[in-house]
């Protein structure tokens, strides 16, 4: 167990909507990080957070946003979904800022069914 | 940018065999190169990691060296057993001039261990 919570598990949904993902880090870590992994695409980086400010950005689609709230959980909104949304979707913690050799702690994911 | 290569799997391999994974990148400075494991239906763990040429990482067995030459950080255990049976994923990290960076995955080889 990473100390790394992630809500929900599963997540089943249609062509248009809307979802929100759910991520609480490891206590005492101040960095959140997304991640989107699918099949073709592997596992891209999407979203870096800091102590509540953004501050990396990787694949993130236009129709994708997050945010780090006071308490250092962070959520990952998907909007007008579509069917190639469907992946895994990873968040992971750290303590540091944008440190070269910190090792991340990957929570178990949310896996998003898009029909 | 900055990418990693990883062979394709899967990789099949009898219990006590050696293990080889081979991973190569890109990046235009010198990165902290890392290898992840993930077991069926879990997150990321780290594996281990190396932070500056010639490094060697080690941990449960297996071994990675930062081969700044060859651009290489290749996977290898002597001995492998049944409950190594996972998806290995080699990952660099490399903050840039500007203090921003996008950790970096290998889309992952899959390890079968067979008794």
């Known amino acids: 167990d990473s100390g790394v919570t992630q809500t929900p598990k599963h997540l089943i949904t249609a062509t248009g909507q809307r979802v929100t993902l759910r991520c609480s880090p490891r206590?005492?870590?101040?960095?959140v990080y997304w991640y989107q992994q699918s099949l073709d695409q592997g596992l891209q980086f999407l979203i870096h957070?800091?102590?509540?400010?953004?501050?990396a950005k990787g694949n993130i689609l236009e129709r994708f946003s997050a945010q780090q709230f006071p308490d250092l959980h962070s959520e990952l909104n998907l909007s007008s979904l579509e069917l190639g949304d469907s992946a895994l979707y990873f968040c992971?913690?750290?303590?540091?800022?944008?440190?070269?050799?910190?090792?991340?702690?990957f929570g178990p994911g949310t896996r998003l069914t898009v029909l | 940018g900055d990418s990693v290569t990883q062979m394709e799997g899967p990789v099949t391999l009898s219990e006590e065999a050696f293990l080889t994974i081979n991973c190569t990148y890109t990046?235009?400075?010198?990165?902290?190169l890392f290898w992840y494991v993930q077991y069926p239906g879990e997150g990321l763990q780290l594996l281990l990691k190396?932070?500056?040429?010639?490094d060697k990482g080690s941990n449960k067995g297996f071994e990675a060296t930062y081969r700044k030459e060859t651009t290489s950080f290749h996977l290898e255990k002597g001995s492998v057993q049944v409950s190594d049976s996972a998806v290995y994923f080699c990952?660099?990290?490399?903050?840039?001039?500007?203090?921003?960076?996008?950790?970096?995955f290998g889309r992952g080889t899959s390890l079968i261990v067979h008794p």
């Open positions: 190396a932070t500056k040429a010639d």
């Open positions: 990046a235009t400075g010198y990165p902290s």
């Open positions: 992971a913690s750290s303590p540091f800022d944008r440190g070269s050799t910190d090792t991340q702690y």
């Open positions: 957070y800091y102590n509540g400010e953004e501050r």
């Open positions: 990952a660099l990290i490399f903050v840039q001039s500007g203090g921003s960076y996008i950790p970096t």
């Open positions: 206590s005492g870590d101040l960095s």
